[in-house]
Structures are given as structure tokens and as C-alpha cells.
């Protein structure tokens, strides 16, 4: 399953940052092979992969894809106070990419339970930070194409794989899964002792709102 987000909603800054200071936030740091899950101990499990999807001949870049929780009666980010340089994360992960022309990375962050919004993509371009955003900045809330998602509390959750395309900006992005990849990424982390994981990929605000209604 592949979901494409067309550019005509995407409102991007070219200069924006995902910039933490690692003293002042709550950002989920990815778990290593040695981490182990408690189902019982009130967070969720939620593993995402990210490839880069650069067009031929295009040039590759590092960087960072970022996740906030949100109020979805609001539609408010709650979990981060913006997306420019400064920005303050509490229930938040970031998936930080050394260089996205690698293989594709699977990781693994424990999350409070609750919904959470794709907030940006952002490379890296020499001293420069250019970021594509998937929320509405003012007033900081979710759009009606912000890919979500929930998890629930002893919940282990596959939310799928990003394709993010850094070779042109904005970056364009596809949703999909890799099973296999999945497993082989499972097997690398035998101490999560997974027996039973959803498989969710990202879905817009709008079907999930539609399939609530």
C-alpha cells in the first residue's frame, strides 16, 4: 500500500530547523538490541522505517523526519511547541537519518499512549536546514492530509515505511510497508520478545477522522 501526499498542500520554510536542545525536551531516543518492552508498564511500541527515494542522479542528504503528539479534538499539537530552530518536544520522537542514501533504517521508540502527527521532513543541505511540513504552522495544528497515527498503551505497532524523496524540495513523500524488512529488523531485537504486532501504516487525518464517523 502506498499513499502519495501531493505538494499542493504542503507549506514549507526554507530555512526552518528541528533543532532540540537535548537538556530542555522529551524527545524518544530509538532503542537499541538490548531494550526490552513491558506491556504492562503504560507506554506503546512503535517501530517505523525510513528510505531515502531520491529521484536518478539526484543528490542524497542527511536527515530527520519528527512525530508530535496532537489533540485530536483540537487538532493542537501537543506534543512540540513548533518546528523552527528552538523548537520544544515533549511526547515526540525523532528518526534522525546520518545520510538517507543508505539503506533503508527500521528503529524503535516507546511512546506515552495517544495520537501522534508527522510534523516534517528536513535535510540538511550544508550549513543550511530546509524542512517540508506536514502541519499547519499557524495556528500549530493537524492538516487534513498530516499523516497520523495512534497507539495504545502494551500496544507493539508497525506505522510502515517513509519514503522521502530528498532530492527535490519540498520533499515528496510515499507511505507503504516492508514486511520482510520488518521481520529481519525484529530479529535483530530479540530482548522486545515481540510475539504479536499491528501493522498500521501512516493514514491522513481525513480517513482516519472518516472512519470515525
Known amino acids: 500500500?502506498?499513499?502519495?501526499?501531493?505538494?499542493?498542500?504542503?507549506?514549507?520554510?526554507?530555512?526552518?530547523?528541528?533543532?532540540?536542545?537535548?537538556?530542555?525536551?522529551?524527545?524518544?531516543?530509538?532503542?537499541?538490541?538490548?531494550?526490552?518492552?513491558d506491556p504492562a508498564g503504560g507506554e506503546g511500541l512503535?517501530?517505523?522505517n525510513v528510505v531515502e527515494r531520491a529521484s536518478s542522479g539526484a543528490t542524497l542528504f542527511r536527515g530527520?523526519?519528527?512525530?508530535?503528539?496532537?489533540?485530536?479534538?483540537?487538532?493542537?499539537?501537543?506534543?512540540?511547541?513548533?518546528i523552527r530552530t528552538g523548537v520544544l518536544f515533549r511526547d515526540a520522537l525523532m528518526f534522525m537519518n546520518e545520510g538517507f542514501g543508505t539503506p533503508q533504517r527500521f528503529r524503535a521508540y516507546k511512546l506515552p499512549p495517544g495520537e501522534y502527527a508527522l510534523l516534517a521532513a528536513q535535510r540538511y543541505v550544508?550549513?543550511?536546514h530546509q524542512t517540508t511540513a506536514y502541519v499547519q504552522e499557524s495556528p500549530f495544528v493537524v492538516r487534513d492530509n498530516?499523516?497520523?497515527?495512534s497507539i495504545k498503551a502494551g500496544e507493539m505497532l508497525y506505522i510502515g515505511e517513509l519514503g522521502v524523496n530528498t532530492g527535490m524540495f519540498?520533499?515528496?513523500?510515499?507511505?507503504?510497508?516492508d514486511v520482510p524488512g520488518l521481520h529481519q529488523f525484529l530479529k535483530s531485537m530479540p530482548e522486545l520478545k515481540v510475539e504479536k504486532i499491528a501493522i498500521r501504516p501512516l493514514e491522513s487525518y481525513t480517513l482516519v477522522k472518516n472512519r470515525a464517523q
Open 1 to 37: 500500500m502506498v499513499m502519495v501526499l501531493s505538494n499542493a498542500w504542503r507549506r514549507w520554510v526554507a530555512v526552518a530547523a528541528l533543532v532540540v536542545t537535548l537538556t530542555s525536551c522529551m524527545v524518544s531516543r530509538p532503542l537499541d538490541q538490548t531494550a526490552t518492552f
Open 64 to 82: 530527520t523526519v519528527a512525530f508530535a503528539r496532537y489533540n485530536p479534538e483540537t487538532l493542537a499539537i501537543t506534543g512540540a511547541s513548533g
Open 146 to 149: 498530516t499523516p497520523v497515527f
Open 170 to 177: 519540498p520533499a515528496r513523500l510515499q507511505i507503504g510497508i
Open 126 to 128: 550544508g550549513r543550511e
Open 46 to 48: 512503535v517501530i517505523v
